[in-house]
């Protein structure tokens, strides 16, 4: 149990345009769900927490209107990267955590590169 | 802000040989895990502790977290070189469903 997918695995764009992640909690439902980012070589970051129904809450330093957080259903919540540059090239990870625990799920991850 | 410290930063064993990952926080933990990830891939899920003096062990690696809830280390016995990957502490932020992770410690098993 306690299967989180994301979707794709991995995206290459072009520099300016959008690219939209998706993370779905697989054999439950997720209340919260979480976005990390990681560089090469370090470790994960927390973006933002997203409550089913709710507005994101981003972590200082991380741009609502760049990373934009949609959690419209208790198994769905999708990170869209906005005018991508290359500078936003990462490994995107998200988790969900149950309504009873919390203990994150984490999904296997999804690799962007921006040309 | 709680913060983790992992040590060393990176290690490379013999395979066969033991060794010891530390995690080190700036407060109480509740809630301590462990993961190990394949860089380009997501988490694999080892061991939780949240007891002080705790110890919990799966096949060739072991988990202990410290009586004062301030340190935990995971130790590898007679490592093989699937047990590379890079091994990342995370803890529940007090008060919150957040999690925070160790700076992450790269492990090379030698064949």
């Known amino acids: 149990g306690a299967v989180v997918s994301q979707h794709p695995s991995w995206v290459i764009c072009k520099s300016g345009t959008s690219v939209k992640i998706e993370c779905r909690s697989l054999?439950?439902?997720?209340?919260?769900m979480f976005w990390y980012r990681q560089f090469p070589k370090q470790s994960l970051m927390l973006m933002a927490t997203?409550?089913?129904?709710?507005?994101?809450?981003?972590e200082q330093g991380v741009e609502k209107d760049k990373f934009l957080i949609n959690h419209a259903s208790l198994t769905l919540s999708t990170l869209t990267v906005t005018s991508a540059h290359p500078e936003d090239s990462s490994f995107y990870i998200c988790?969900?955590?149950?309504?009873?625990?919390?203990?994150?799920?984490f999904g296997p991850g999804t690799r962007l590169t921006v040309t | 802000s709680q913060e983790l410290e992992q040590s060393p930063q990176s290690l490379i064993v013999q395979e066969g040989k033991n060794l010891t990952i530390n995690c080190t926080s700036s407060?109480?933990?509740?809630?301590l895990y462990w993961y190990k990830q394949k860089y380009g891939e997501g988490l694999i899920f080892l061991m939780m502790l949240q007891k002080g003096g705790e110890e919990k062990s799966h096949e060739k690696i072991t988990a202990k977290l410290d009586e004062k809830k301030q340190q935990s280390s995971l130790h590898i016995t007679a490592s093989q070189p699937s047990h590379a990957g890079i091994y990342l502490c995370g803890a529940e932020a007090p008060g919150t469903y957040k999690y925070i992770f160790g700076t992450g410690t790269r492990l090379k098993v030698l064949a």
């Open positions: 407060k109480t933990l509740y809630g």
């Open positions: 997203s409550n089913e129904g709710s507005k994101a809450t981003y």
């Open positions: 988790s969900a955590a149950g309504q009873l625990t919390k203990e994150q799920y």
């Open positions: 054999d439950f439902q997720a209340t919260t």
